[in-house]
């Protein structure tokens, strides 16, 4: 081959694998073993592992429970024949059950590699990204009614402790000034929480950062909270890049998520919290196409969410807590959503897990 053929076959190779890597249907290649030699960025999504983890690993290992799956793999290759299914439910190993559209066609070409060409596309995903865009939307009109409720609060609300404090300095009576003193407390406490409502300042102050560093300033925050006595284990993959992000924002928003679990466990010393991060090709958000995004777990053991209220955590004012304001996961949920990000909830007895993704392949503001 000469040097001009092969430096254009290298560009067509490079430029094909890249067409792959764009692909929202996840593409799978295993050899006549069953054990993976290729797969695009939409199945590493899919199956929340990446290129380097599953190279050489057996479709097996893929996926816990793996009968039926294995079972379709043996007969495509025995067979000779493709196979589709619909809605295969596979779990993966995280322990999450996902549903996908799965087509397997032996590979035959010129090559004596043989083996087979594994089609995937997640069902729950395509729901999820119209599910995330309408909640996108309605979370977006409830805050913005919210915002304005607050406002209108605000204001008179000044005029009323304005007014108990001139009325306190008038008093004849000593007595009579702890009533201007209820006034002005609970007006203190309502402007406290309307400011609540009103959320973080609108503007970001974004600067490129270690998303790493805000989830161990987190961590030690809670530690130190609990006097040492909750297990918070980290689990990050340090190929992350650097994203652009406000500090403190993220730090409010990981932080809400991270007290939450530590206020659902029994007792701090039974609070086991894991925060993993890990990058993600190709991810929807609303109606955006990602390249890189990335996804931190937020994973605790806790008695988990109540399923009745599941669907509606993330709206203002919802809260199980008896002493709660129900604002923190909205709170967060509004945060992440400036950085033109999502957060999701997935919650089991014993397993609940908020999962925060960020774009990292754009400027958000
Ligand atoms: N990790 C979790 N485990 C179990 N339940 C949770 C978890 N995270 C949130 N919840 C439930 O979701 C509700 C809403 O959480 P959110 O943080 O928005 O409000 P809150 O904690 O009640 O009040 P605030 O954060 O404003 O003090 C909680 O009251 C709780 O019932
Ligand atoms: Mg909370």
């Given at each position: 081959?000469?040097?001009?053929?092969?430096?254009?076959?290298?560009?067509?190779?490079?430029?094909?694998?890249?067409?792959?890597?764009?692909?929202?249907?996840g593409?799978?290649?295993?050899?006549?073993?069953?054990?993976?030699?290729?797969?695009?960025?939409?199945?590493?999504?899919?199956?929340?592992?990446?290129?380097?983890?599953?190279?050489?690993?057996?479709?097996?290992?893929?996926?816990l429970?793996?009968?039926?799956?294995?079972?379709?793999?043996?007969?495509?290759?025995?067979?000779?024949?493709?196979?589709?299914?619909?809605?295969?439910?596979?779990?993966?190993?995280?322990?999450?059950?996902?549903?996908?559209?799965?087509?397997?066609?032996?590979?035959?070409?010129?090559?004596?590699?043989?083996?087979?060409?594994?089609?995937?596309?997640?069902?729950?995903?395509?729901?999820?990204?119209?599910?995330?865009?309408?909640?996108?939307?309605?979370?977006?009109?409830?805050?913005?009614?919210i915002?304005?409720?607050?406002?209108?609060?605000?204001?008179?609300?000044?005029?009323?402790?304005?007014?108990?404090?001139?009325?306190?300095?008038?008093?004849?009576?000593?007595h009579?000034?702890?009533?201007?003193?209820?006034?002005?407390?609970?007006?203190?406490?309502l402007?406290?929480?309307?400011?609540?409502?009103?959320?973080?300042?609108?503007?970001?102050?974004?600067?490129?950062?270690?998303?790493?560093?805000?989830?161990?300033?987190?961590?030690?925050?809670?530690?130190?909270?609990?006097?040492?006595?909750?297990?918070?284990?980290?689990d990050?993959?340090?190929?992350?890049?650097?994203?652009?992000?406000?500090r403190?924002?993220?730090?409010?928003?990981?932080?809400?998520?991270m007290?939450?679990?530590?206020?659902?466990?029994?007792?701090?010393?039974?609070?086991?919290?894991?925060?993993?991060?890990?990058?993600?090709?190709?991810?929807?958000?609303?109606?955006?196409?990602?390249?890189?995004?990335?996804?931190?777990d937020?994973?605790?053991?806790?008695?988990?969410?109540?399923?009745?209220?599941?669907?509606?955590?993330?709206?203002?004012?919802?809260?199980?807590?008896?002493?709660?304001?129900?604002?923190?996961?909205?709170?967060?949920?509004?945060?992440?959503?400036?950085?033109?990000?999502l957060?999701?909830?997935e919650?089991?007895?014993?397993?609940?897990?908020?999962?925060?993704?960020?774009?990292m392949?754009?400027?958000?503001?």
């Open positions: 081959m000469n040097r001009a053929f092969r430096a254009k076959h290298e560009t067509r190779m490079k430029h094909n694998l890249d067409i792959l890597d764009n692909l929202c249907a593409i799978m290649v295993l050899d006549k073993a069953l054990c993976v030699t290729a797969l695009n960025a939409s199945a590493q999504a899919l199956l929340e592992t990446s290129e380097s983890r599953c190279i050489g690993l057996h479709a097996r290992k893929l996926v429970h793996s009968k039926e799956w294995l079972a379709d793999l043996e007969q495509v290759l025995a067979n000779n024949s493709p196979l589709a299914r619909r809605s295969m439910s596979l779990v993966l190993l995280s322990g999450q059950d996902i549903h996908v559209d799965l087509i397997i066609t032996p590979l035959t070409g010129n090559s004596d590699e043989t083996g087979l060409l594994v089609e995937l596309q997640g069902v729950d995903r395509l729901l999820k990204i119209s599910r995330d865009e309408n909640l996108l939307h309605a979370q977006e009109t409830t805050r913005a009614a915002r304005g409720l607050a406002h209108e609060i605000k204001n008179p609300l000044g005029g009323v402790r304005g007014a108990a404090q001139l009325l306190a300095r008038e008093l004849p009576d000593e009579l000034a702890e009533y201007t003193r209820v006034i002005i407390r609970e007006a203190d406490r402007r406290d929480l309307v400011d609540r409502l009103l959320g973080p300042n609108q503007q970001l102050n974004l600067q490129q950062l270690n998303i790493h560093e805000i989830l161990e300033h987190v961590r030690n925050l809670i530690v130190a909270e609990t006097g040492n006595r909750a297990t918070i284990t980290g990050y993959d340090p190929s992350l890049p650097e994203l652009p992000g406000d403190t924002q993220l730090t409010q928003a990981v932080l809400n998520i007290r939450n679990a530590l206020q659902a466990a029994e007792t701090p010393d039974s609070c086991k919290i894991t925060l993993r991060s890990r990058p993600q090709r190709q991810f929807t958000i609303g109606n955006k196409r990602h390249r890189l995004v990335c996804k931190i937020i994973i605790d053991n806790g008695p988990g969410v109540p399923e009745e209220m599941l669907h509606a955590i993330f709206a203002p004012m919802v809260t199980g807590r008896p002493d709660g304001t129900g604002l923190g996961l909205s709170i967060a949920q509004s945060i992440i959503n400036r950085h033109g990000g957060v999701e909830c919650s089991n007895p014993g397993h609940t897990r908020f999962t925060i993704y960020l774009p392949d754009e400027q958000n503001a």
